[in-house]
């Protein structure tokens, strides 16, 4: 636990694990690699340095290969240390706490690492450097008191920097081109400052100053060079060009592909002709592909093979030379690009048959809904000609009243069934239409009320026959649960005509209510289509039906006919 609790704490840390690694190197430096003490500070170093480094995790256990590199290093840290091998390793050092720099986002670990920087250069040029070049001793020799006081003041500078609210960056999160180029810089700042003394007869002092201000001036030629923020393209853009291209135009690929992907429809033949635009790529011959269990081939393959697969598309291209890492991961962009544009059209045509299906689900789903109609209607005529009590004059006028509708009605949809186009409407005065309602459901118990005798408009009998028939008929169920429940049907003429059904029974539930009319909802006497195939046929034929109010006690449906506008809308 207390192994654990402290790895956290350095680790929530790592400024001062920082400072506490540059601070032991220091101890090194003053005492010097030539003698043991020295060596042996430095070995501590490196034991902290291990703690600290940013490349593997701090909890990470050394295989048996790693263990005799560390001990091959130690070993050599021992023997054979010396101000020469010390300025490499400060070197080394400085390009990773530089390469480790670039992917911190929080301030505070940015001046951490930027003071670690100014410790190790000035280290090097102050304390390692002029042991290495003797002639630069003497010179030196003035700045060393300063160079042991003000150096471990940036060290302290460290420490008392505050401790970072978020979480450190992740660990191997190290930019290796950065650190790469801190140590050259780092280099030829140190070769040239001996060349100048060796050549130029500067002193130290003066010659590392020349090349400091010579890599300085280089650099700075080289940034406005490489993106000079003039509206000309800089090196930096032709690099990536250049780099990233590999001899190939992609987005004008890519063009081809998306035009081709609109003169082809069906999946497989757009693969194999997408695949042939890949010969355009530099070195690619041909070769082979498979999907969904069908192969094919394209251009002529010659050369050596290399594979790519991508979410189901298997590419086999034959490339004449040896490609490049820049060329496969094209080719591999290339596929990936190609299985999007062949999974588009799969689903595409996928698409296409749930959407005929879906036609034919409809169509069987409306005639099943008007069958069911018909049948009901047989039904309630049954019923009331079956009453006690009826004449045979009233069963025989009912019958003679009733038939005719039910047949002209099945009559429309078998004709529906041969042809699933949509039908002219049948249409009746409001009257008729009325009273025959009133006579196919009159010995139901439900009650028939209007404000004003019918008038003669016409009105298409089979929207509001199939409707009304649904919702009379749901409440007629409703009914089963509790047989004193009443059934009210009105007709209303202002400000629209209206039909209305409703029950004095238990209100919907909120969830079943939302979905009424927009899909088809579970019902415990069926699939529960009736309500969804109602409110669509009443909406082609330019009617709404809805729930007009759902309370306890009163649930009221209203099949309302739209304005002329509203229909056309519709």
């Not at 401790?163 to 190290?174: D, E, K, L, W």
């Not at 890519?254 to 635009?277: D, K, M, Y």
């Not at 004449?320 to 290339?334: F, G, I, V």
Request: contains cysteine; neutral net charge; glycine residues 8%.
């Amino acid at each position: 636990m207390t192994n654990g609790f402290s790895y956290q704490w350095w680790s929530c840390r790592p400024h001062w694990l920082l400072a506490a690694c540059l601070a032991v190197l220091h101890l090194a430096l003053v005492q010097g690699p030539a003698n043991q003490v020295g060596r042996m500070v430095l070995l501590a170093h490196l034991g902290v340095f291990l703690l600290w480094q940013p490349l593997v995790h701090g909890g990470h256990r050394f295989g048996l290969r790693g263990l005799l590199v560390l001990l091959g290093v130690a070993a050599a840290v021992v023997l054979e240390a010396s101000w020469g091998l010390t300025a490499l390793w400060v070197m080394v050092l400085a390009s990773l706490v530089a390469g480790g720099a670039f992917f911190e986002h929080l301030s505070v670990a940015r001046w951490a690492y930027r003071l670690a920087v100014a410790y190790l250069i000035l280290a090097l040029a102050v304390m390692v450097l002029p042991e290495v070049l003797p002639q630069a001793s003497g010179q030196i020799d003035p700045l060393r008191p300063l160079a042991l006081l003000f150096l471990p003041a940036l060290l302290l500078a460290m420490v008392v920097l505050p401790v970072p609210t978020q979480a450190p960056r992740a660990v191997g999160a190290f930019d290796l081109l950065s650190a790469l180029l801190v140590f050259l810089v780092l280099a030829v700042v140190v070769l040239g400052a001996m060349a100048f003394m060796w050549l130029g007869g500067a002193s130290y002092l003066g010659g590392l100053v020349q090349a400091i201000f010579s890599v300085a001036g280089a650099l700075l030629v080289l940034a406005w060079v490489w993106n000079p923020r003039i509206g000309a393209e800089g090196l930096a853009l032709k690099l990536s060009r250049r780099v990233l291209a590999a001899g190939v135009s992609f987005d004008d690929w890519l063009h081809g592909v998306a035009q081709l992907s609109l003169q082809e429809s069906q999946p497989q033949t757009f693969l194999r002709r997408a695949c042939e635009t890949l010969l355009n790529f530099p070195g690619v011959t041909g070769g082979r592909g498979e999907v969904d269990g069908q192969g094919f081939e394209f251009g002529r393959p010659s050369g050596a093979e290399y594979p790519f697969e991508q979410g189901g598309v298997r590419l086999s291209l034959a490339i004449r030379h040896t490609p490049s890492a820049a060329m496969l991961w094209y080719l591999a962009l290339a596929t990936q690009v190609l299985q999007e544009f062949y999974r588009e059209k799969a689903l595409a045509r996928r698409l296409r048959s749930l959407s005929y299906v879906e036609a034919v689900h409809q169509t069987g789903a409306r005639l099943t809904h008007d069958v069911k109609n018909l049948l009901q209607s047989l039904e309630a005529v049954c019923f009331a000609a079956s009453r006690p009590g009826a004449s045979p004059e009233e069963i025989q006028g009912l019958v003679q009243r009733q038939l005719p509708v039910v047949a002209e009605r099945l009559r429309q949809t078998l004709a529906k069934l041969r042809r699933p186009e949509p039908q002219d409407l049948d249409e009746v005065p409001l009257a008729v239409w009325w009273r025959e309602l009133q006579d196919r459901h009159g010995s139901s118990g439900i009650v028939f009320s209007a404000e004003a005798p019918a008038p003669d408009d016409l009105v298409p009998r089979s929207i509001l026959g199939s409707v009304t028939e649904n919702l009379i008929q749901n409440a007629l169920d409703k009914r089963r649960s509790r047989s004193s429940m009443m059934i009210r049907v009105d007709l209303t003429m202002a400000p629209k005509l209206t039909v209305s059904v409703e029950d004095d029974g238990d209100a919907l539930a909120a969830e079943l209510a939302e979905a009424l009319f927009q899909e088809p909802v579970a019902s415990e006497q069926g699939l529960g289509m009736g309500l969804y195939q109602s409110a669509e046929l009443a909406r082609q034929g330019g009617w709404a039906l809805a729930l007009a109010r759902n309370e306890a006690g009163c649930v009221r449906f209203c099949l309302t006919q739209q304005a002329p506008a509203a229909r056309e809308g519709g």
